[in-house]
């Protein structure tokens, strides 16, 4: 059906696949039989224990979680998360951060606030990299390495892991989960704002390996332990559980296209064809290096900020949404996660093209 | 239409409004010609930006919040405000707390790891009544009196506030909020989780006081400062974008009702039902002073606990959902919230009378 839906580049909220929002809508008023639509089910009732006990088997299905590993939803979005990592993990009080982007810039300000923090950064060149991470000096006592796996504004990806030699790795995936296959084991903690490449805003999903959930932290309040949302299968309180419905959909449609494994080569695909565009056009640019671009965020300019802005315009008058860039990038950036469809990418490059040719 | 939805007494998440529930169903799929359903929107676009302006003027519409206390939405439920509330208002370290429940008391844990809190309660009777607040002993120094102003459990609610001798008060509104006119400014601050008596869990609002707000607490994690949410218009980071456009409907349509005096009426109306036909009842009764009852959540119960558990599957297999009381207090609980019909409650008000008429 034509519901006369947009291209939307947004670096997120983002595009959710337009099968799971009729879904959505077709069991708004009644779910299932069950009388009510999700929003007023009691969280404690059993046809919504079903709701997240599916979501959180399918999220392990697509992603192969091993056992020793817990599934947790949790609010607050990433930025309670830069708080909570450090809360949680830092026993010895130190850690090494990898900044290679805004975010995390401010997961390291808000570890500063909890230990010490060794910085490794890419900001001598607007994060345009990502350092070399093969053989870094790691502190004996150091509790954890943290990357920002793909950095939304800046739009890089890490292609290879760091070397941790051996210390737990913490990885904040928000703009790139479940867009390629993803071995949970090399990590200890892995969260993700779900805004991104999955559902609503409000929640996020941290897998966290279960020998890292300490029970010594009652003086910290509640909600921020570990322990609290893993001992109470994320029910505690009242979790977002309108994310987890559609998270959860989101979950099994991914599983139907054949899961991580193909998402992967669409994203390889979709992605290829704004990049070779950029990489011939005499107009555009890529803003980082070509072997850490990212296959979710695309960030490019013009030679000027005048034309960005022209370009911008242009784009939002021939109906693509949200393309302008990030202040501290500028240019345009052009967000292309799952749920963004490849007529969305080639109906993009077909415009700019045409742009370029026309300017004079 | 009738879409064959059930009478749901969950205390939380509870019913919403039909009318409400259309609407948001209509605008799944093309949010009234933006292209994209609202869980998609940039949370920087112009067009989620008026959703969230709109909900902020209609909640003080509502309320007749006064210019100097803002209006925050926050996530992390009621229980990270147990923790907020203490680490940004506890100047020195000591409050008063009023246990009148399980709500209040979680509160007192969590304020326990920040400060000094002295505690009045009303545990001697399992919370059956709300004590004297008239005359309190109130440290010299206490940076405020916290109450829960209604006891989802356990079925209270308070009928005059505290005198606090010109401490600051702070409550708990969750299970009452917008349930009946509110003066704002006897108030520092109130709360209230949305999922009980507005829109869909995930998400609490704030009103606080401007002056409340304090900028000397950089230590404490960038999202536990009110400072962060109220210098940002609730969006230093992603908000619970889809709870803030749900609550707003609800918002809208409770200014259509008439306003919460007009909602008040209705609820004293609707309660007034079931707690005629308790005090009527040889085989209920209620479970609380009756000079403290909740018009939002009734507990009864009968003789026993085996005639407990029999009427609650009756009820069950009549078609009422979620009676069954917290096992703090055993038999059963209706939560008639101001989105539960009249015909909800006049509904299970037949069919107890002809359970008890026809009991042997």
Redesign the interface.
């Known amino acids: 059906m034509n519901?006369?839906?947009?291209f939307?580049f947004?670096?997120?909220?983002?595009?959710?696949p337009?099968a799971v929002?009729?879904e959505?809508?077709d069991e708004?008023?009644?779910y299932r039989?069950?009388?009510?639509?999700v929003?007023?089910?009691?969280?404690r009732?059993a046809v919504y224990q079903q709701i997240i006990d599916e979501a959180e088997q399918d999220l392990r299905d697509l992603m192969g979680i091993p056992d020793n590993y817990k599934v947790l939803f949790i609010?607050?979005?990433?930025?309670?998360q830069?708080?909570m990592i450090p809360?949680n993990l830092m026993k010895n009080g130190k850690a090494v951060y990898i900044e290679t982007g805004a975010w995390s810039k401010k997961a390291i300000?808000?570890a500063k606030?909890v230990g010490e923090v060794t910085v490794i950064s890419s900001k001598d060149k607007n994060y345009t990299y990502i350092p070399d991470c093969s053989d870094l000096d790691i502190p004996e006592d150091a509790d954890y390495v943290y990357i920002c796996e793909n950095e939304t504004i800046h739009g890089t990806t890490w292609q290879t892991l760091p070397n941790t030699k051996g210390k737990i790795l913490v990885a904040d995936q928000s703009s790139m989960f479940l867009s390629k296959p993803c071995n949970v084991s090399d990590y200890g903690l892995i969260y993700a704002?779900v805004?991104k490449n999955v559902?609503?805003?409000?929640?996020v999903v941290v897998i966290i390996r279960e020998d890292l959930i300490r029970d010594d932290l009652d003086?910290?309040?509640?909600?921020?332990q570990y322990k609290t949302h893993a001992d109470a299968g994320s029910m505690?309180?009242?979790?977002?559980?309108?994310?987890i419905y559609?998270c959860g959909k989101v979950f099994k449609y991914l599983k139907k296209l054949g899961g991580l494994d193909a998402v992967n080569q669409m994203n390889i695909d979709k992605a290829k064809i704004l990049y070779d565009f950029l990489d011939e056009s005499k107009m555009f640019s890529g803003t980082v290096d070509k072997d850490v671009r990212s296959l979710m965020n695309v960030p490019f300019v013009t030679a000027s900020k005048e034309l960005d802005a022209e370009v911008v315009a242009a784009t939002k008058k021939a109906?693509f949404?949200?393309l302008k860039g990030h202040k501290s990038v500028g240019g345009l950036r052009a967000s292309i996660y799952n749920a963004m469809p490849k007529e969305g990418v080639e109906a993009l490059v077909a415009f700019l093209k045409k742009f370029e040719a026309e300017y004079k």
Chains 1, 2 share one sequence.
């Open positions: 519901y006369d839906r947009t939307n947004s670096a997120g909220p983002a595009m959710m337009e929002l009729e959505i809508r708004m008023m009644n039989g069950s009388g009510m639509c929003m007023e089910m009691s969280h009732s609010q607050g979005g990433a930025t309670l830069f708080s809360m300000a808000e606030k704002g805004q559902g609503p805003a409000g929640m003086n910290l309040p509640v909600y921020l505690y309180n009242t979790p977002n559980c309108w994310a559609c109906g949404d949200n």
